[in-house]
């Protein structure tokens, strides 16, 4: 298995605009499960209903704002727990039951753009904010490497993702494939190595760290 890189599709992110089309927001975009997403059948199928109930969102504004306030330089993560595994293999999707969440913010945030931001993520995450259970203000820095795929988001001392290129050695089965698709709209896609993904506040009633899974997407947004 080659080494998987999200440079290419990067590089045509642009290009990929029609002309004139009004791009109200745009950044980075890195997720991360319990759960592997570039995986065999057999692998997913033995993790169903048992792992991949957690998940870790992060978004960085790079161009842009919502609902008439800026927000470029400011990120907001959102923090997932559900009562079965969630995602969507492409046919069909899980029934992950009840999910509960917990909103980070960027406590660079004004409180208008704080606003914004918790609008932006129930919007563009509206299946996973039902039940928000907690928002807080917290330190954020994510930094996409699509290159290396080298993806770092952390969230003062509550949530990070570190992650890393797929290579040769990440292939088990030799039947991998792109299994679960990102949890949100995202555009280029592709799958990473996360070295660590945890999340240790109270929001959730429940806290995990988990290493060394094929579990983590780098992607952009748009809108």
């Known amino acids: 298995m080659r080494a998987i890189s999200g440079l290419t599709l990067l590089s045509v992110v642009f290009l990929a605009i029609p002309a004139g089309h009004a791009v109200e927001i745009r950044g980075q975009y890195l997720e991360s499960r319990t759960c592997d997403v570039y995986t065999g059948p057999c692998f997913a199928n033995g993790e169903m209903g048992l792992g991949g109930k957690?998940?870790?969102?992060?978004?960085?504004?790079?161009?842009?704002?919502?609902?008439?306030?800026?927000?470029?330089?400011?990120?907001?993560a959102l923090?997932?727990?559900?009562?079965?595994?969630?995602?969507?293999?492409?046919?069909?999707p899980m029934q992950a039951?009840?999910?509960d969440s917990?909103?980070?913010?960027?406590?660079?945030?004004s409180d208008?753009?704080?606003?914004?931001?918790?609008?932006?993520?129930?919007?563009?995450?509206?299946?996973?904010?039902?039940?928000?259970?907690?928002?807080e203000r917290v330190p954020l820095t994510l930094e996409n490497d699509h290159h290396n795929m080298e993806g770092v988001f952390k969230a003062g001392d509550l949530a990070q993702i570190q992650t890393r290129k797929l290579g040769e050695h990440d292939c088990i089965c030799t039947n991998?494939?792109?299994?679960?698709?990102?949890?949100?709209?995202?555009?280029?896609?592709?799958?990473?190595?996360?070295?660590?993904?945890?999340?240790?506040?109270?929001g959730l009633n429940c806290r995990w760290s988990s290493e060394g899974s094929r579990s983590a997407f780098l992607a952009i947004f748009r809108k």
């Open 54 to 76: 957690e998940a870790v969102m992060a978004w960085k504004v790079d161009e842009g704002g919502w609902n008439g306030t800026s927000l470029e330089g400011l990120s907001v």
């Open 79 to 92: 923090i997932v727990k559900a009562q079965k595994t969630l995602g969507n293999d492409g046919i069909f």
């Open 97 to 99: 039951g009840r999910i």
């Open 102 to 109: 917990v909103i980070l913010v960027d406590e660079a945030a």
């Open 112 to 135: 208008l753009q704080q606003q914004a931001l918790i609008d932006f993520v129930k919007q563009t995450a509206s299946v996973y904010t039902q039940h928000v259970n907690h928002v």
């Open 176 to 202: 991998e494939m792109v299994y679960y698709k990102p949890l949100t709209d995202v555009h280029y896609a592709a799958p990473a190595y996360s070295v660590k993904q945890s999340y240790t506040g109270d």
